[in-house]
Each structure stands twice: as C-alpha cells, then as structure tokens.
C-alpha cells in the first residue's frame, strides 16, 4: 500500500472509532460473517482515488451506505448507487440485484476496486452474495433539491439522488419515448429549464419505460446525478418521477393534436400513408445516430430515376381549435428539387387520390443540404380549419437529378 493511501486510511480510522462501533450494533447478518476491518467513508474512497488512482482492496476495510437506485426500472442493470452524508457512488455489481433502494447497508471492501469511468466514481466487483451485508431496509434518501445549473457546475452532486424544479422535455424532444426499442442503443433527451438551460436525462433501452411517452408539461424531476466526461447527465429509475403536471414556460401545454416522430420505427402508424404519382421511389424510416426519421430518394445505387411520391398525414380534425400550427424537421443533401409541403381540406384519407384533391402550398424553411437539420418554423393552419384537414409532403426527382430528403419531428399544435 503507498503512503499516500496509508494516510488517508490512518485519518479515516482516527475518527471512525465511536462510528464503528455504533455500527456493529447494528450488524444482523443472516449466515453471513463479514469482517469490518477499518471504516471508510465513501469521501475517503473519492481522496483515495484522487492520491493514486485506481486501486484494488486486499485487506478488510468497510463502509456503510444507503441505496438510491436499483434493478427496478430496468435503467441500471448491475449498477447500484449509493451515498452517504459524505459522498455517492456507483457500485458495480458481479450479479443483477440483491439491493434495492432504501437499503442501508455495509460493504466489506476486500477484493473490490476503486475507480473512476468518465467522471463516475465506482467501486467495481462487488460480489453482493459475499461483501454485502443489509443493516436495515426502507431508509430511503430524501433528494437534494438543485437547479440545472447547480447540476452542471457541483461535481459534489455527481452520483446523488437529486430533484429538479420547474422543469420540462426541451422543445424538440417533445413527443418521443424515454428511449429507442430494445436492442438499438441508450438515448439522450434533454430537461430544460425557464432560463433555457439544459440538461441530459439518459436512459437505456432495456429499461422497462423506454417506450413510454415522455410527459409533455413542467414539473419536477427526480433522478441520479451522473457525468459521463464533460456531459453532466440524469438517470431516470421510473418514469413516474417526472411529476408534470403544470404549465410550460411558455404558457402552453405541450400536448399535441399530432406526432410523427418515427420512434416507433413505423412510416404507415397513425394514419399516415404515401402516394406514387411517378415512377417508384417509396418513403420509409431510417435511423441514424439514435435518431428515427422518414426518408426518401431516387437514388438506387447507381442511377436516378423519376419520382413524384407524396407522403400525407390522417385526416386532422380542426373544428375545436382557435390557431392551429404544425412544425416540422428536415436535413437534405445532394442536387434535386427542394420537398414540398402543402395543406387540403377536401382529401379523403381513406382511398383517396392526391391527383383530385385541392392542395396548397405553403412556406416554410427547408434543409439547405449537407444534412444540416433544419425546424420548418411555425406554420399556421389558421386558413385551413376543417374536419378533415391533412398535410402533404411532396418528394419530386427526374432521371438526372434528385436530392435525399429526411423528415422528422411533425408536431401540429394549437399554437
């Protein structure tokens, strides 16, 4: 062992005589005897790493802490956090389960390792069978109630349970699902507050809300504080802990009268449907970097082809609202004609031709290529209130020319 950890362990013992010993009363084990050793906090495990670097326990060495987030949930699968009054930290665990929050526990620390990865202090393979043993259950943690800010600056807050307030889903993540099907990969969304700062909330797709709509209104959340390099982060255990229920910053709701986001991997879900005018370009969704979106070409691989392929919302009833918008998302590249974006109220959704219904163009910003995402802006709806009001995009190419374009993102609100 170098001097330096010797150091701090001879501090941390110093003053750990009384605490020790209040802890072993505690101490009921069921058939398991764990030696305590020297006590540590989890702030010693942190000065430890800070003097040395990674580094493994072999001697029995103890601390005691409180879990605040498990198994359940599904979005941390053999990682346990914990804290106490002094620090947090992520437990890594050989096997999934076996402490859940509210636990309060002792960990002898022989055969463990102490580390960090991307920011995150952890101790590495914690074998819960055999270093764990439970003191009490049902001693839940209240959360350190912080700002984003407060989040992005105080490394002290990385690995506790903290609650946000007055926060909401940032604009363009309204309407999406905590995260992407199982199997395709852990998404970012991002936690906005009224001073537009923000903040990440990453969750795994194998958690067992990652395909629940996130709420669209302001509220509070409740989460882990995390980083992963310079990216200050929160993870979700259920998503129940985001409590909206208020009013966005802006006034509004954030509840939509239509989404297509494409999360669910689907170009027909919802009503949507296509129409081919010319020759056999169809849309579908493709995924890139975590994102869903529609795409459309006539590139086949080795030629252009001609196309006239429109992609056209259900039908949108109007009839109750004031002033009616829709916003969208596009990103291009290549040389071809720009899409087109139009609104009917004479389409008939089921069965009907595009070529036969009346169709107005209306403006709207566009990807200008080398795929740079660009919002439509706020398109008013306000001249084509019906029952039955739908939205066209048109997707033109010849034999020589043709652009590919993306869409995403397809909101119609009461603006």
């Known amino acids: 062992m170098s001097s ?9 013992i110093m ?23 020297d006590t540590l906090t989890i702030g010693d495990l942190a000065q430890i790493y800070a ?26 699968y053999k990682n346990v956090f914990c804290e106490d009054s002094s620090a947090a930290l992520n437990m890594r665990t050989l096997a999934d ?12 620390l022989k055969g463990s390792t102490v580390s960090r990865y991307a920011g995150l202090l952890q ?40 609650r946000l307030e007055n926060v909401e889903i940032q604009d363009g993540d309204i309407g999406k699902t905590f995260a992407n099907p199982v199997g395709t990969s852990a998404q970012n969304r991002y936690i906005q507050d009224c001073n537009g700062s923000t903040v990440i909330m990453r969750t795994s797709d194998f958690a067992g809300f990652a395909g629940t709509l996130m709420p669209s209104r302001n509220g509070s959340i409740t989460a882990i504080a995390s980083v992963f390099n310079a990216d200050h982060q929160l ?17 509004s709701t954030g509840e939509y009268i239509l989404i297509k986001n494409f999360e669910d991997l689907s170009i027909t879900s919802g009503g949507w449907t296509q129409q081919t005018v010319l020759g056999s370009t169809q849309w579908l969704v493709s995924f890139f970097s975590g994102n869903n979106f529609a795409k459309v070409t006539n590139w086949n691989g080795t030629a252009n082809s001609v196309a ?39 389409f008939v959704s089921s069965g009907g031709n595009v070529s036969t219904a009346t169709w107005n163009l209306v403006q709207a910003n566009y990807s200008p290529g080398s795929w740079a995402e660009t919002p439509s802006g706020t398109i008013s709806l ?23 374009w993306e869409l995403d993102d397809i909101y119609v609100f009461e603006n």
């Not at 003097?51 to 987030?69: I, L, N, P, Q």
């Open 4 to 12: 330096r950890i010797s150091i701090v362990l001879v501090a941390a």
């Open 15 to 37: 003053g750990a005589f009384m605490f020790s010993s209040c802890e072993k009363d505690l101490d009921k084990p069921k058939g398991l005897q764990l030696a305590i050793g």
């Open 51 to 76: 003097d040395s670097g990674t580094y493994r326990f072999t001697e029995d060495y103890t601390f005691w802490a409180t879990v605040t987030a498990d198994k359940i949930g599904g979005n941390f």
């Open 97 to 108: 389960g076996g402490l859940y929050v509210g636990d309060y526990f002792r960990v002898n």
């Open 123 to 162: 101790l590495d393979s914690v074998d819960v069978n055999k270093q764990v043993i439970i003191q009490a259950n049902g001693q839940f943690i209240e959360p350190r109630v912080v700002t984003i800010n407060d989040l992005n600056t105080d490394v002290n807050l990385v690995g506790r349970l903290v």
């Open 235 to 251: 993870l979700v255990r259920k998503a129940t802990e985001l409590e909206f229920d208020s009013l966005r910053c802006d006034g």
């Open 308 to 346: 006239d392929v429109w992609y056209i919302s259900p039908a949108i009833d109007l009839t109750g609202t004031a002033s009616p918008a829709f916003s969208f998302m596009t990103m291009s590249n290549y040389t071809g004609a720009q899409m087109e974006t139009y609104v009917s109220t004479n």
């Open 382 to 404: 306000s001249p084509y209130i019906s029952a039955e009001t739908t939205i066209g995009y048109r997707y033109t190419g010849t034999g020589s020319a043709g652009a590919t």
